[in-house]
């Protein structure tokens, strides 16, 4: 099997680390996995040197207390300490450790800590090169088990933006053994939002089925009429008991429904369930690419 380079940006040793470290231990679960564990610092250019020394060695610790929670051995870990801002940080990290996928938190905190913490999920989501799984806190009281990502849930609208997750859904479920199951809205071509009539959308839905079918995975489509994009899919995905949700964001509001910004950003906030995203904006990740690696 090919390498699988997972990156785990961290910023604290809180409640969340059990359930973003389950994560990881999943997402190792079927893979040659490597590792990067990633903590970004603020620049400590106005700090005396001993300041210095006890944020590297509280950061060096926060990576090894994390390391600890991993069932992945000790060498196919490595620990990266960057100073800077978090998202630029992240992003240009996983650019030069070419990681395959980025996984992180999200708090579903409101408030100043939500916009901060959340920020930079949602703008590593928007410009990471790569796919990007953010994982919240459950309000389970067990602690989470290593359970691989069985079922995963693809909202779709019917615009090509939203199909754009495809790709990496089906590379994701290749190497999880994960069946996908395609979910549509159909209230979306009421809003005639697209010249397709309902039955073009329902060919393309097919077409994808099938491409995917190919591939040896098990897939299968779900309908709904919509009243409301974001509860349809949290029901949805509860009533299947999926394991993770899918979907295409975008670097600017405007496109198709699910614009980054509005259902995806939400559901983020609103779900337990962990969310597999990619950006349809990959030009912000090739400008970083001749910024930081020429």
Same mark, same amino acid.
């Given at each position: ?8 940006? !961290? ?28 903590h ?7 700090i ?38 978090p998202e630029?940080?992240? !992003? ?5 450790g ?15 800590n ?15 090169h ?13 602690p ?24 990496t ?19 979306g071509?009421?809003?005639?939002e ?13 077409? !994808? ?49 699910f ?8 559901f ?8 597999l ?18």
């Amino acid at each position: 099997t090919m390498t699988y380079r997972i990156m785990v940006p !961290i910023d604290t040793f809180d409640e969340h680390v059990t359930e973003l470290a389950s994560t990881v231990n999943n997402l190792c679960l079927h893979a040659d996995s490597r590792l990067q564990l990633l903590h970004v610092l603020p620049d400590l250019e106005d700090i005396n040197d001993d300041e210095i020394d006890k944020n590297l060695q509280d950061a060096s610790d926060l990576l090894s207390n994390f390391s600890a929670l991993l069932n992945c051995p000790d060498e196919h870990i490595t620990h990266h300490i960057q100073i800077g801002v978090p998202e630029s940080e992240i !992003i240009k990290r996983a650019i030069i450790g070419r990681a395959d996928i980025i996984v992180m938190p999200t708090r579903g905190k409101t408030g100043i800590n939500r916009l901060l913490l959340g920020s930079v999920t949602e703008h590593v989501m928007r410009h990471a090169h790569c796919p990007v799984v953010s994982t919240r806190k459950s309000v389970d009281i067990q602690p989470p088990a290593d359970r691989h990502f069985a079922k995963i849930l693809v909202p779709l609208d019917g615009s090509p933006e939203s199909a754009c997750i495809i790709p990496t859904v089906v590379d994701f479920a290749r190497r999880h053994h994960s069946r996908v199951i395609l979910f549509h809205d159909e209230q979306g071509m009421k809003e005639d939002e697209y010249k397709d009539s309902a039955q073009g959308v329902d060919n393309r839905l097919d077409m !994808i089925m099938k491409n995917i079918a190919k591939q040896d995975i098990k897939v299968s489509i779900e309908k709904s009429k919509y009243s409301d994009p974001l509860e349809e899919i949290l029901h949805k995905a509860e009533q299947l008991h999926v394991d993770m949700v899918a979907m295409a964001t975008h670097g600017r509001t405007g496109l198709a429904r699910f614009v980054f910004g509005s259902v995806a950003e939400k559901f983020m906030h609103k779900s337990t369930c962990p969310l597999l995203t990619i950006s349809v904006a990959p030009k912000h990740s090739i400008e970083y690419q001749e910024k930081y690696l020429g």
